[in-house]
Structures are given as structure tokens and as C-alpha cells.
């Protein structure tokens, strides 16, 4: 069965600085992939997502996300963090038509 | 938000009961599927509902069932309440078959005493 492993389940850095964020993903066929994010309170939204094509993605709020078939990965980065960036990640992948997998999640806290 | 709404919002259930979760769908969107998210993991896929057939399900039990209806919303029904269907389940809708982007709702938090 596939999963996705997310690496960290909890981030906390401040205000300015990097953000990566750590996926892999165990299939080895075609795969559509996915990162949402769930701010506090709120709806899980989709930030990004990688069917084909260019394998940097760019997404909303200034995140991309970069797929390396070699490493079955697709880690989201962000360059610079905002306090509003805080929520919890999640990483997705979905196989055939209908079944998006997701991994355990990231929280990430940005400190002001 | 997305369109997607979802009731109620908080349930609390007992051990063997029924309980029976909403959602309606985005407008123009005909594919629904469910998903239970525990406190601390990511969302589980339960199943999925197109043109009112089921035609996709996670590996969870039979007591777990669900209904479309022809406007396109959605019930899941869990039957015989057991401590670990205590959740999050979010309800998500899509264009159809061949549109990969789904979105979801706010959830339905269920307590399970």
C-alpha cells in the first residue's frame, strides 16, 4: 500500500527565516501530489499541487514545492515565514481516481 | 471557505449509538468523498460518492455507510459507536471523476463517550 511520510511533526522557527518541509511518498508509478494547509480554526486549503510538467510548483502565500522522482519526494519550501504562516502542513498523493492519502502533518509554529 | 458546509458542527455520541454526519457540496460539484482525521494524523479516506454510487472506499468497516443524494450532498452514517471513531470527519467535494482538486469542508467534530 502507499503512504506518504511527512519528516517533522512539529516546526517551530521565527519570523524571516526558511521553511522546508519534508515529504516522500512510497509508490513508484504516476502520482498527482498535493500540499495543504490547515490554518487554526479554518478549512483545510490546498496550496499547491503537481500533476506534470515543471517539477518546481508554485503555489499560493509565496510556497513552492519541488517533486524529485529519484527521491519519491515533494518537499514544500517557503523562503522567508510570516507569523500568519502558522498552521499545520500536510502533504498528499493521490494514485487512481478518488483517494487522496495523506501524510500524519507538520505543525508549524512562526514565532513573531 | 470553499463552499463546502457541513453539520453539525460538534456531536457527542455514547458507545453504540448512531450517528449521522451532513455535507452539501460546492455548487456544480457531483463527487463527494469523506474523510476521518484523529486528533494528531492526517485525514483517513473513508469513501467516496459519484452520481449518488459509492465507487471508492478506505479501509474501514461496513458500519460505516453513506448516501448521496441526487442534488449532490452527502450523509455518512456510523453505526455502533466504538471510543476510536472519535474525530474530525470532513466532508470533500470535487467537479467530478476526471478533476483531481477536491475541497473541503469545516468538519464535524464527534466525541465519543
Known amino acids: 500500500a502507499q503512504s506518504v511520510s511527512q519528516h517533522n511533526h512539529h516546526v517551530i522557527l521565527s519570523e524571516a527565516a526558511s521553511l522546508e518541509l519534508g515529504c516522500n511518498y512510497s509508490?513508484?508509478?504516476?502520482?498527482?501530489l498535493f500540499w495543504y494547509v490547515q490554518y487554526p480554526g479554518q478549512h483545510l486549503q490546498l496550496l499547491l499541487k503537481?500533476?506534470?510538467?515543471?517539477?518546481l510548483v508554485k503555489g499560493i502565500k509565496g510556497f513552492e514545492a519541488e517533486f524529485i522522482k529519484s527521491k519519491f519526494s515533494f518537499n514544500l519550501r517557503k523562503p522567508s515565514v510570516q507569523w500568519s504562516d502558522t498552521a499545520e502542513y500536510f502533504c498528499?498523493?493521490?494514485?487512481?481516481?478518488?483517494?487522496?492519502?495523506f501524510g500524519a502533518g507538520t505543525t508549524v509554529t512562526v514565532r513573531a | 471557505e470553499t463552499g463546502v458546509t457541513q453539520s453539525p458542527t460538534h456531536l457527542i455520541k455514547t458507545r453504540g449509538q448512531q450517528v449521522t454526519l451532513r455535507c452539501s457540496s460546492q455548487?456544480?460539484?457531483?463527487?463527494v468523498s469523506w474523510y476521518q482525521q484523529a486528533l494528531g494524523q492526517g485525514p483517513q479516506f473513508i469513501f467516496q460518492?459519484?452520481?449518488?454510487?459509492?465507487?471508492g472506499r478506505g479501509n474501514f468497516p461496513p458500519r460505516f455507510s453513506g448516501l448521496q443524494f441526487p442534488n449532490y450532498s452527502s450523509e455518512l452514517n456510523v453505526n455502533a459507536l466504538e471510543l476510536d471513531d472519535s474525530a474530525l470527519y470532513l466532508c470533500?467535494?470535487?467537479?467530478?471523476?476526471?478533476?483531481?482538486?477536491?475541497?473541503f469542508g469545516p468538519g464535524t467534530r464527534l466525541t465519543v463517550l
Open positions: 498528499a498523493v493521490i494514485l487512481n481516481d478518488y483517494k487522496l492519502s
Open positions: 509508490y513508484g508509478g504516476t502520482v498527482n
Open positions: 455548487s456544480g460539484h457531483n463527487t
Open positions: 470533500a467535494s470535487r467537479a467530478g471523476m476526471g478533476d483531481n482538486e477536491q475541497f
Open positions: 460518492y459519484y452520481r449518488e454510487e459509492e465507487n
Open positions: 503537481y500533476f506534470s510538467g515543471d517539477p
